[in-house]
């Protein structure tokens, strides 16, 4: 099992996405994030969207976790953040470059197929756990479960309480 962070940053109607120039994802548009090292997911939050464009994130707030199944790869669980305290400006680097969106404007057709799934109950500040299952880049099920803030507290102490967290 490999463990990674998504940060999605937000202000007005507009978030920003990340178009990835290299690694995992090339080609696609998504939040700026990535593994997990010797570090909590709010610390790999902060440290990934530094590495990779340039912006102090402040306050992530934890409002999903997805496991992601796949018949090739590796599973992950991936804990999903968003913010809109932060301080910087977004910068291109060599593993992608920055972009704004409207919030109606994103391009769902150029990022995973399960983004238009999650991805609107993160920008309406909502509460989520899921399970994806694909085959590389084909999702072929999903399962997810929007829930209340207090709900996911609870969901997300027993979820790391049992992966040793």
Same mark, same amino acid.
């Given at each position: 099992?490999?463990?990674? =962070?998504?940060?999605?940053?937000?202000?007005? &109607?507009? =978030?920003?996405?990340?178009? /990835?120039? $290299?690694?995992?994802?090339?080609?696609?548009?998504?939040?700026?994030?990535? /593994?997990?090292?010797?570090? &909590?997911?709010?610390?790999?939050?902060? $440290?990934?969207? /530094?590495?990779?464009?340039? =912006?102090?994130?402040? &306050?992530?707030?934890?409002?999903?976790?997805?496991?992601?199944?796949?018949?090739?790869?590796?599973?992950?669980?991936?804990?999903?953040? $968003?913010?809109?305290?932060? +301080?910087?400006?977004? $910068?291109? +680097?060599?593993?992608?470059?920055?972009?704004?969106?409207?919030?109606?404007?994103?391009?769902?057709?150029?990022?995973?197929?399960?983004?238009?799934?999650?991805?609107?109950?993160?920008?309406?500040?909502?509460?989520?756990?899921?399970?994806?299952?694909?085959?590389?880049?084909?999702?072929?099920?999903? &399962?997810?479960?929007?829930?209340?803030?207090?709900?996911?507290?609870?969901?997300?102490?027993?979820?790391?309480?049992?992966?040793?967290?």
């Amino acid at each position: 099992m490999i463990y990674g =962070v998504i940060t999605y940053l937000l202000r007005d &109607n507009e =978030v920003l996405l990340i178009y /990835k120039k $290299r690694g995992h994802g090339a080609g696609k548009w998504n939040g700026p994030g990535g /593994k997990i090292e010797e570090e &909590n997911p709010v610390e790999a939050a902060i $440290r990934e969207t /530094k590495e990779e464009i340039g =912006v102090e994130v402040n &306050n992530p707030e934890l409002c999903g976790i997805i496991k992601f199944y796949d018949v090739y790869e590796q599973d992950w669980i991936v804990y999903i953040f $968003r913010s809109g305290e932060f +301080s910087g400006e977004p $910068r291109e +680097s060599e593993e992608c470059f920055p972009r704004w969106f409207q919030f109606e404007e994103i391009p769902y057709d150029k990022m995973w197929e399960d983004d238009k799934i999650w991805l609107p109950l993160v920008i309406n500040k909502k509460y989520f756990q899921a399970k994806f299952w694909f085959k590389g880049e084909k999702m072929l099920k999903y &399962n997810l479960q929007e829930m209340s803030k207090e709900d996911f507290l609870s969901f997300k102490k027993e979820f790391l309480k049992n992966i040793g967290g």
